[in-house]
């Protein structure tokens, strides 16, 4: 019996199956051996543009979160992702006219893993891209998660921070904002591109741009107050907000900023796109207060006619609390001469908000506003309002202009605040950026980017330390592995980054020769450096250093040979351009400048409509008098791109630099003898800047009419884009 | 003993407890019927039947009890058999479908006091009137000289199938003549959205009828005869999306019905779906007992009538079923999301409102259907085959009616041979003719003239219909009024002959027993419509006629350790002919074969111990069965090609394993307990394949592409229930029970069309959606509870039965009854087309009132 029942057991826990793996068919797995943080491909990306074309990137990716796709019509062909670490990009495909490409196929909310080997890591005027060449949804993305909504949330944050590129890319939440002006206006107008303002109730403003093709482009822009989600996006140094749909804009509140209610401190007026809080008022003249330049502008100038005004601008009426010390700032800058006296702050107690000023009583709070250095450089002038503690008052701003003189004001921002008037106006710069007389690092930071035109300037001051992966600055020489920046202070024993810029060191001769990592005993020594003043690390920077002084040494290519120039254009505005002569051989392409990509210099390109034309194109300074030069040597910037046609044509010579003396304009140059300039150094990544190299100008050609040239030639088929700007020849 | 039979119970109570919360179960006696639950589902509409989930009536095993009154509530099969292998029959006629196999018990619904008289077998083991399936035999017999003399009057209420039953019956006993009668009459009755019903739009109306007769002629023949039908109309509920019960915060939402407004202009409401069956069986039997050791009993029969169901079709128009997936606000949603023009987020939000608050837009919208219809003036012409130009309002929405119309023929016989006392030999024949009539006919133009039956998937210009067009190319652009058959017409001929016989043995300790069956079916399909695409023989006509011979064998016995102690054993090995909707391409409208048509071999066996005393029954088993060569036969859109799909998987290996638990235990003379308990596993054990065919193309999608399905479970009820019970017995003439009830582990059947390689080109494993198309739907475990009581009364002679079940007490909403996944299925968003579910009804009560005499 007993046996039996074991038996019985044994047979019954055989049936007791254990657990048994479900069937599938072979599905291939993602590789996720080389995850790439967005915020690595952001800090490799400082270095330049570059390309995942390695062996050992083949399996590279990319993890994050789409928080903005093409649904709406208002993104097109990008979405933007927030990496697991937080930080953010834009993952842009090419088009069909660009070789064609699958829809991404991603939604907002998705965990997703991408594919990076073959994309263009670049920046798009500014705008941090993965740029991929041909997307293919089947070999490139991975969808691990649908539907994460917690980690696509926008950001509360201020216009502000977005100015100050603190979310560029990422989701973003305003609170209290309104469309100024909305009535009539659609979010697009017709299939253009259109910019909106978007006003804070505490005047900050920014544009909101949106597609004409975007589904929601003919809707009425809100009347109302509200929030407003966009992705932070940046075009070169305008800011501006992409919303995805309209939903992402909520604003069913009462508008806010009729103005006169009794304002609290900080109140804090900008006048990006309206007066907001402030009014106006026209005693004398036909010139009135505007908004203009993001900024409150008034002149008594028009066209070459000076004209008599008096003109104020006058806040709310403002309750200055009982504190210490209270004091009125304001941002502004100013250029040319007015009569004496032309631009006063006033501040009244009886002033009745939309009143003539002329009826009431003002007190003047004489403080002088200086002229600024130029119109980007913006002045604080900070002013004392210590007497009027526990009062209600109102400030304003009077201008005055007469029949023979007039200046140019144009005010920022007005805010009445805690705190002690620091005098006068702050923000003078040591340096005017020229090898004489340099820049500091105080001065850039004074400047804050205003002047990232794309020309090079010259900053010296103290390396003090360096910023690493996470973003920290570190004050001292152990640099650890970091050689891709240092950073510049005018303090020596800088105690916060506030007092700091950084130094992005591209590769080459002053990576090597400046990075703290290699060269610990660069530690507090004093540098001279020359390059762009641009924002990096989302503060104002100095990029693309091509040169570098440090302890008597040398780095890089001497801007201008540090000897006398004998031409210098920098082919980045339209007038630089225009003392060139294009002159097209064959080939409907030619050499043009883009007003909207001013930094990209002279351009020229075979491709067009997804099509490569058979072109000769020859690009010819102006005639250059180096009779009485000695040894002259000619330095120029180029870049090639895509990054898939870089190889095109360099060993074919397409892109050629040559020297004459006897090219008269107009003439095609083929009709004269050329002489080819050798040894020119090409880019070899898509997009990348490079120096051509010091090339002599041979003896032959020191003469009071040497031109030189740059030839371009493409076949039908095969072509590259070749921009070119920089141009100098100097001893 | 005793320890031992506690040492099994711990472990297989261990075991339980291991893989789930343990539950037991236990029955309380039960004359009522289980729930009897209508279920059709889009992939089966054109065989909308009638399915019970369990048995009329059980046998006396307390785990066949409970499984049968408890378990079946929320479709539990008894190891996971499906009905087609239990063989039911009436008087030795076997009465499941020839073409799909299942017994659909409708045909003698209400007829419950006159078919009681059964002996039921469950699973594999000794049988009396024929071999019988894996699953057993249910052997009823309607002989008249086998009831007693007596009246019976019966009223049930009840909010479960219908509302109200009455039943009367009436029986002579053998008389002093010869003769013996029997009848039987019944009524049920539910009005068009009784306020009792769980769902909307629903009611029920059926009767029945039973006669039967015998002339005892001598000592050794008596003659029978018997008919008996039970027509029944029955407008039904569907399935749905959880998406829809979540909107409308019921989880009982029917999209059959809608609002339809009269001349006069009274509102009322209509379902469109209305089954309707009514299928007279008469038999002859001849009873013959030539020896005391010999006994043969003959039926011949005829088996016929009407069956089919309503539905909404349409052509050159929208889907107009509310619940339809584009209609959804999901749907808008969708649109939405992929940024198509014209769809906004204020759109989405009032769409949604209107869908819920709008009873024109989450019901079906009559009035709209009539008024497009009314619409619709058009001519066509050649029509009727050329012989005609036709004017007039053409129905773009029709109400038609799929028929099923049976017409069965034949002759049973079984023998009893008695050796001696120990030794028995059954036997006998079954032959049967078959053929079944599947067309469809207009049922209501909805208003409008006429219908033009042409094929609306078939690729073709608007204004010139193409020969590929035509259903029926020798009636060219028919132009149907109501009667007149449309879309397809064909007889689905199924014949078969049956030899078997069993030997038992029975000597002290031993009953054992051994049987062998051979049989022989022949299929084919004859088609009365010559379809546009499939020319000539390809769908006129008959087709090639399938042979299939099949054998099979069963043994088994047990062993008695003592008076108390018993062990039992079975195995049956068993090939059946596959079932005729399998065995074509698409049984509608060609008369193509499936490749591979290959016969389908059971293998099943099982072990138990058994333990009898006067305080405790109880058995436990295990068992085990495969199945190889299984088909499966379905037509649906298929979303990675946009057509309409006939698709066949076939080679199919499945197992179904698992031990069973049952006891009963009589605690004190009045209070007793009863317990069941089973664990399974259902799963497929190999790679089937699969074949897609166009609908309206000859070349096939896929042809023996590999289906990766090896280790899901074949789903579709709970593989772990357990029940416990206690019954108080009153000495006073009533009684109450209570059984608390547990499900668990209950999948949803895959979708094949998930698990081929294609599915997962362009998906990488960690994808999210290779695991939403790889993972399989497990439905929420369920507690339910149950009440049962009853008091009877002796009064003057008149026997009085008060009997009152009621099932979920809880009154717990939300138990899925049933799901399944969509077979439309989009690759790239597999959560597109989600599970359709129909809920279990909450609190549902019997109340029934016998009176016999």
Redesign the interface.
């Known amino acids: 019996m007993k046996k039996l029942a074991i038996l019985l057991i044994g047979v019954m826990l055989v049936f007791v199956s254990c657990k048994k793996n479900l069937d599938q068919p072979d599905i291939t797995s993602f590789p996720e051996d080389n995850v790439w943080s967005v915020g690595q491909i952001l800090d490799s990306l400082a270095n330049g543009a570059f390309t995942f074309n390695q062996d050992s990137q083949k399996n590279a990716i990319v993890k994050g979160y789409v928080i903005a796709d093409e649904t709406g019509g208002n993104i097109y062909r990008t979405f933007y992702l927030r990496g697991e670490d937080g930080k953010c990009i834009a993952v842009y495909r090419k088009g069909s006219s660009e070789g064609g490409s699958d829809d991404f196929n991603v939604k907002t909310g998705d965990h997703i893993g991408y594919k990076l080997y073959g994309s263009i890591i670049s920046e798009y005027s500014k705008l941090p891209q993965i740029q991929v060449q041909e997307h293919d949804v089947n070999k490139l993305i991975v969808i691990y998660e649908r539907g994460c909504d917690d980690k696509v949330r926008p950001i509360s944050t201020t216009i502000e921070d977005i100015n100050a590129g603190k979310h560029l890319c990422d989701l973003v939440k305003i609170s209290d904002a309104q469309f100024e002006p909305y009535e009539g206006l659609t979010y697009a107008e017709g299939q253009n591109n259109t910019n909106r303002n978007l006003v804070t109730c505490s005047g900050e403003g920014i544009i909101v741009r949106t597609s004409g093709y975007a589904s929601f482009a003919a809707e009425p822009l809100p009347e109302g107050r509200g929030t407003l989600t966009a992705i932070a996006s940046v075009y070169n140094t305008t800011w501006q907000m992409l919303i995805r749909n309209t939903s992402d804009v909520k604003m069913n509140d009462v508008r806010c900023g009729g103005g006169g209610d009794i304002m609290e401190m900080p109140y804090n007026q900008v006048f990006t796109s309206s007066f907001g809080t402030y009014t106006t008022f026209s005693v004398v003249g036909d010139q009135v207060w505007t908004i203009d330049y993001s900024t409150a502008v008034m002149k008594g100038k028009v066209g070459n006619t000076f004209y008599e005004n008096e003109d104020w601008l006058i806040s709310s009426p403002v309750h200055i609390a009982d504190v210490e010390h209270a004091k009125a700032v304001v941002n502004y800058v100013a250029q040319y001469t007015g009569p004496d006296k032309d631009v006063t702050a006033q501040i009244s107690a009886d002033y009745e908000y939309g009143d003539d000023p002329t009826n009431a009583n003002w007190t003047d709070l004489n403080v002088t506003f200086e002229n600024s250095a130029g119109w980007n450089d913006f002045l604080d002038k900070e002013i004392s309002l210590d007497e009027y503690i526990g009062q209600t008052v109102t400030f304003a701003i009077k201008f005055v202009s007469s029949t023979t003189q007039s200046r140019t004001i144009e005010i920022k921002s007005i805010a009445v605040m805690e705190g002690e008037a620091g005098g006068g106006g702050g923000g003078t710069l040591t340096g005017d950026g020229t090898r004489e007389n340099p820049y500091t690092a105080q001065d850039v930071i004074t400047m804050n980017t205003q002047t990232s035109d794309g020309n090079k300037y010259w900053v010296k001051d103290y390396i003090v330390g360096f910023v690493d992966a996470d973003y920290v600055y570190v004050f001292t020489s152990a640099a650890g592995d970091v050689k891709t920046n240092i950073i510049l202070s005018s303090n020596v024993d800088p105690t916060t980054a506030d007092e700091c810029i950084p130094i992005q060191l591209p590769a080459g001769a002053v990576r090597d020769g400046l990075n703290l990592a290699d060269n610990p005993g660069n530690y507090k020594q004093e540098v001279l450096i020359y390059g762009t003043l641009e924002k990096y690390f989302q503060v104002a920077a100095v990029k693309n250093v091509t040169y570098a002084e440090i302890n008597g040494n040398s780095y890089g290519i001497e801007p201008g040979g540090g000897g006398t120039e004998y031409f210098n254009q920098t082919l980045t505005s339209q007038a630089s351009f225009n003392t060139f002569t294009a002159y097209s051989v064959a080939g409907t392409q030619v050499w043009h400048f883009d007003s909207a990509h001013a930094n990209y210099g002279a351009q020229m390109s075979g491709f067009e409509n997804n099509t490569s034309y058979a072109n000769e194109d020859w690009f010819i300074s102006p005639e250059i008098d180096l009779s009485a030069s000695s040894s002259p040597t000619l330095t120029f910037e180029h870049t090639r791109g895509p990054a898939g046609s870089i190889n095109v044509g360099v060993n074919e010579g397409y892109y050629t630099v040559w020297v004459t003396n006897n090219y008269a304009e107009g003439q095609n140059p083929n009709d004269v003898q050329w002489m080819e300039l050798t040894g020119v150094v090409h880019a070899t990544t898509g997009w990348a800047w490079v120096s051509s190299g010091r090339i002599t100008i041979p003896e032959a050609f020191k003469t009071a009419t040497c031109r030189i040239a740059f030839k371009y030639l493409s076949i039908d088929g095969a072509s590259a884009t070749w921009e070119v700007r920089n141009v100098i020849i100097s001893e | 003993?005793k320890k031992?039979l506690l040492?099994?119970l711990a472990?297989?109570f261990s075991?339980h407890l291991i893989a789930q919360e343990a539950v037991t179960d236990t029955v309380g006696e039960n004359t009522t019927l289980p729930t009897i639950i209508m279920i059709d589902t889009d992939y089966d509409e054109t065989n909308s039947s009638t399915d019970i989930s369990s048995f009329l009536q059980s046998s006396r095993d307390a785990f066949n009890n409970i499984a049968a009154y408890n378990f079946s509530s929320r479709r539990f099969r008894i190891r996971a058999y499906d009905s087609k292998y239990t063989d039911v029959m009436i008087n030795g006629v076997m009465m499941n479908d020839p073409d799909g196999g299942r017994p659909y018990y409708s045909n003698w619904g209400g007829l419950n006091d006159v078919m009681r008289n059964s002996v039921i077998t469950m699973n594999c083991g000794v049988t009396y009137e024929s071999f019988g399936g894996p699953a057993g035999v249910t052997a009823i017999s309607t002989r008249a000289s086998n009831y007693r003399k007596q009246i019976s009057a019966s009223y049930s209420f009840s909010n479960r199938s219908y509302n109200h039953r009455i039943m009367a019956t009436y029986s002579t006993g053998l008389m002093k003549n010869g003769w013996a009668f029997a009848a039987s009459i019944s009524g049920r009755y539910t009005p068009m959205n009784s306020w009792m019903s769980w769902q909307e739009g629903t009611w029920y109306a059926g009767t029945s009828y039973f006669f039967s007769a015998e002339k005892k002629l001598n000592k050794q023949h008596s003659l029978g005869f018997l008919v008996f039908g039970s027509p029944s109309e029955r407008a039904s509920s569907s399935p749905a999306v959880q998406e829809v019960f979540d909107l409308l915060g019921t989880n009982y939402y029917n999209p059959n019905w809608g609002w339809q407004t009269d001349e006069n202009g009274n509102r009322f409401m209509r379902n469109a779906r209305v089954s309707s069956y009514h299928q007279p069986m008469f038999q002859l039997q001849h009873y013959w007992t030539p020896s005391d050791k010999l006994q043969v009993n003959t039926t011949a029969y005829y088996w016929f009538g009407k069956g089919g169901s309503t539905s909404l079709e349409w052509g050159e128009a929208a889907d107009p079923r509310p619940d339809y997936y584009r209609n959804l606000p999901s749907y808008y949603k969708y649109m939405?999301?992929?940024?198509?023009?014209g769809?906004?987020?204020e759109g989405y939000q009032e769409y949604t409102q209107q869908w819920i608050n709008d009873e024109n837009m989450h019901q079906l919208n009559w009035d709209e259907l009539y008024a497009a219809n009314l619409r619709n003036l058009k001519t066509v012409n050649n029509a009727n085959n050329g012989t005609e130009t036709i004017q007039g309002y053409f129905s773009k929405y029709i109400i038609e009616e799929r028929r099923q119309d049976k017409q069965q023929y034949g002759l049973t016989s079984n023998f009893k041979y008695e050796f001696n006392p120990n030794l028995h030999l059954y036997g006998g024949l079954k032959a049967g003719i078959s053929k079944t009539h599947y067309y469809k006919k207009v049922a209501d133009l909805l208003g409008g003239d006429y219908y033009l039956d042409i094929d609306k998937y078939a690729d073709g210009e608007a204004f010139d219909i193409s020969d590929e067009q035509q259903n029926n190319i020798r009636n060219k652009n028919h132009v149907a009024k109501v009667g007149d058959i449309i879309g397809y017409d064909y007889v689905a001929n199924v014949n078969k002959f049956i030899l078997w016989s069993q030997l038992t043995w029975v000597k002290n300790r031993w009953s054992t027993y051994a049987g062998l069956e051979a049989a022989y079916t022949q299929m084919y399909r004859t088609g009365n419509f010559e379809n546009g695409r499939f020319r000539g023989d390809e769908s006129y006509g008959d087709s090639k006629k399938l042979n299939q011979l099949n054998g099979s064998f069963k043994a088994g016995g047990s062993y008695a350790?003592n008076g108390r102690?018993y062990?039992v054993a079975n195995a049956m090995l068993k090939s059946e002919a596959p079932e005729f909707r399998s065995v074509f391409v698409a049984p509608r409208v060609r008369n193509t074969i499936v490749s591979d048509v290959d016969n389908e071999k059971i293998f099943a066996f099982d072990?138990g111990?058994e333990y009898r005393s006067p305080f405790m029954k109880a058995r436990?088993s295990?068992?085990?069965t495969q199945f190889y060569d299984l088909t499966w036969n379905r037509s649906f859109y298929y979303e990675s090609t946009g057509k309409y799909v006939n698709y066949i998987m076939n080679d199919i290996e499945q197992y179904a394993?698992?031990?069973e638990l049952g006891a009963d235990i009589n605690i004190t003379p009045t209070i007793s307990a009863q317990a069941a308990a089973t664990?399974g596993?259902h799963?497929?054990s190999n790679?089937p394949k699969v074949y897609v065919y166009e609908d309206n193309d000859a070349s096939p999608i896929y042809e023996g592409e590999?289906v990766?399905?090896?280790?899901?479970y074949a789903g579709e009820m709970p593989q772990t229930v357990g029940s416990v019970g206690l019954k108080y017995n009153s000495p006073k003439y009533w009684w109450i029970s209570m059984n608390a009830n547990y499900f668990a582990d209950y999948y949803l059947a895959v979708n094949p069309t998930n698990?081929?390689?294609d599915?997962?080109?362009?998906?990488?494993?960690?994808?999210?959606?290779?695991d939403l198309l790889?993972k399989?739907k497990k439905l929420d475990n369920a507690f339910t509870l149950d009440l049962y009581a009853g008091k009877s009364w002796n009064y003057k002679g008149y026997y009085i039965l008060l009997n009152l079940s009621v099932n979920n007490v809880l009154n717990n909403k939300n138990i899925v009854l049933y799901g399944y996944e969509q077979l439309r299925s989009d690759y790239?968003d597999p959560e597109r087309f989600p599970e359709k579910y129909s809920y279990l009804y909450g609190t549902n009560f019997f109340l029934s009132l016998t009176v016999r005499y």
């Open positions: 003993m031992y040492l099994i472990v297989a075991y939405l999301d992929l940024g198509k023009e769809y906004t987020w350790i102690n062990i072990l111990y436990l295990a068992y085990r394993q698992g031990i664990v596993e799963r497929y790679r590999t990766y399905l090896k280790n899901y698990h081929v390689a599915a997962f080109t362009g998906l990488y494993e960690q994808d999210y959606r290779t790889l399989q790239d």
